[in-house]
DNA sequence: CCTATAATGCTCTGTTGGAGTATAAGACAA
DNA sequence: TTGTCTTATACTCCAACAGAGCATTATAGG
């Protein structure tokens, strides 16, 4: 068992036999949460009939992880891949086979969604047809009470011990912003997770060994739950956009996902495509502008319809001049 | 090198050759920044004559990440882990012995101090000998002025090309705070990145192969640059203050450092020591207790000098009651 | 010319966070 | 006993900011 190095009481007996992994063999995976914004919807790249996130080994020749991932990424997409970031290290005995330990490393990038010869079978697809729940933009999705809730509900209230009972009520109510509660558009892994818990995922199924299956789990896997992945893309797929939605609040990084030059409104409707909420545009403006954090090309756009907008530029300045910039993206509260 | 999986264009070598790794072997180690603070100090746990942070290898048996380490830690040192978070995975080429790679998985850990028996050489040290530059308490310590400052403008205008001469100057104005900018205690990866970069580290030097040594790298390895680790260990613990003092400022994790009952001074000399600054007392506990995070448990300390202060305990309800809660610690800017 | 749609400018207001003042309650020394 | 030191604790002030709404301007299309 674990003993701290250096400080190990015996050397462990693999440490004497195998010949180059000095330790216990364990193979690592990179698996990359690449986001694109187009046409107003939020998008991953997905393979696999858009059941996978896009995942490869990490390999000896890589001189460090994030290296390797973006190696890797640019070379099958061709993606300029603007903003990368680690998300989240896990391990899980059921992940490999034969009980050998797979180490995934998974990454957020965001780039300019764009086909590129080689992704034979890669395709962007909107997020929230794996999270439906997760768009509030036209206001609090239906599905919600009308398929969510009521099993959740059910869930919580189905344990002997009021504590417990207390608790998952809870839970549900912050999440899901029960009872006069303001929906937190960041809490997107909480939810997945607790759908998860609740059984209204099949994804949950297929972890439990057969037989182990808790009541409720699977029995029907909801309608309106969104698509499944394989293995635990969905839980990695969660935690990017969650981290994403936090990101965009105190760092500029929304403007990865622009064109060279774009009108304030379209970097709005990107901001409410990953916030999956509606911002106060007056403030929004007021927001990006008192930052410094645009200036103006001195053109305009023939436009969609109204008067026309200027067109804006990303001063990328702004990235080695401050600490913290930030767009802290006003979130309308109606 | 790298594919995405399942549109792998060829599978390689390793894949049919290798039995049961089937893929490159890799190594993952643990590391853990284990914290306390006691007596006003911020404190980590450290082996090898304070030279190391503890860690030790990922096995098969480990059920998962995070309760390896718990697990391994607990079994160590019989420190009560009250709260555990990963922090960073990385993998160099350089760390592993003849080009194998290893991964290291690093760990945040919040405990009290607490000697055990079985920990040989493991010792608790202030952070801030390892970055005497990060304590701010006592106001700017006086080694920035003397010793890091010029060296750090020397390094910033060393450069022919102007425009790297400015970014420079900008980065050691950001992070240290020059120019009537104020200090961010956050910075302190950012801070220790650029003390690495000019050569002001011991560790530089031992990264570089020789020959490849920039000009001014580790010639003199300034006094009062703090005390050095082994490997990259120093980078691994700045990344565990950076992320701790963020923390504390939107989670209620200062209390795993606090004992069972405790005054709120106590409570706040340990933010205090966290955040390497003074914070306004009023408003403090003006924040502290308009959030509810502690009741008073009806006794006052005999106490230090002054009138006796109520104790208080920390409500662990709202733990499970609120999504964000949040010590936003009220940071004086004096 | 009228209407729809945006862009853009400005105001109002409640909340919050930083900072200071004032008072209370003990310990301890003269 | 009294004054002083130290800390606890209660309140007040003020500036900055964020949410929200109103008003005006500029186009396109009928």
Redesign the pocket.
Same mark, same amino acid.
């Given at each position: 068992m674990g003993t701290f190095r250096e400080i190990g009481i015996a050397a462990e007996a693999s440490k004497l036999a195998a010949p180059v992994p000095a330790r216990d063999a364990i193979a690592a995976d990179l698996i990359a949460v690449l986001v694109a914004v187009t046409s107003g919807d939020p998008r991953v790249l997905t393979i696999q009939d858009q059941s996978a996130l896009p995942s490869g080994p990490f390999e000896l020749a890589h001189r460090s992880l994030q290296a390797g991932l973006r190696a890797w990424v640019e070379r099958q997409t061709r993606l300029p891949l603007g903003y990368v970031e680690q998300l989240y290290t896990f391990a899980d005995r059921d992940r490999g086979s034969a009980g050998q330990h797979v180490i995934s490393i998974s990454y957020l990038g965001l780039t300019r969604e764009q086909l590129a010869s080689g992704e034979h079978e890669a395709s962007w697809r909107s997020w929230y047809s794996y999270f439906p729940w997760e768009d509030h933009r036209a206001g609090t999705p239906p599905m919600i009470e009308a398929a969510l809730l009521p099993r959740l509900e059910a869930w919580a209230n189905a344990p002997q011990n009021p504590g417990l009972r207390q608790d998952r009520g809870q839970r549900v109510a912050i999440t899901f912003g029960g009872g006069g509660r303001a929906w937190d558009e960041e809490l997107v892994l909480q939810r997945y997770e607790l759908l998860y818990e609740a059984g209204l995922i099949p994804e949950a199924a297929r972890a439990s060994p057969p037989g182990t299956l808790r009541p409720g789990v699977a029995a029907t896997p909801l309608p309106g739950a969104g698509q499944p992945m394989i293995l635990d893309h969905r839980r990695i797929l969660a935690t990017g956009i969650a981290r994403l939605r936090a990101k965009i609040k105190y760092r500029p990084v929304v403007f990865e996902l622009m064109p060279e030059t774009f /009108? $304030? $409104?379209q970097l709005q409707r990107c901001v409410e495509a990953l916030a999956g909420r509606l911002v106060? &545009?007056?403030?929004f @403006? @007021? $927001?990006i502008e008192q930052q410094d954090l645009v200036e103006e090309t001195g053109e305009t756009t023939?436009? /969609? =319809? =109204?008067?026309?907008? &200027?067109l804006f530029r990303f001063r990328r300045e702004v990235l080695t001049q401050r600490a913290i910039a930030g767009t802290?993206l006003?979130?309308?509260?109606?």
């Open positions: /009108t $304030l $409104l106060h &545009k007056q403030n @403006r @007021r $927001l023939p436009d /969609t =319809g =109204g008067r026309p907008a &200027k802290k006003p979130v309308s509260r109606a």
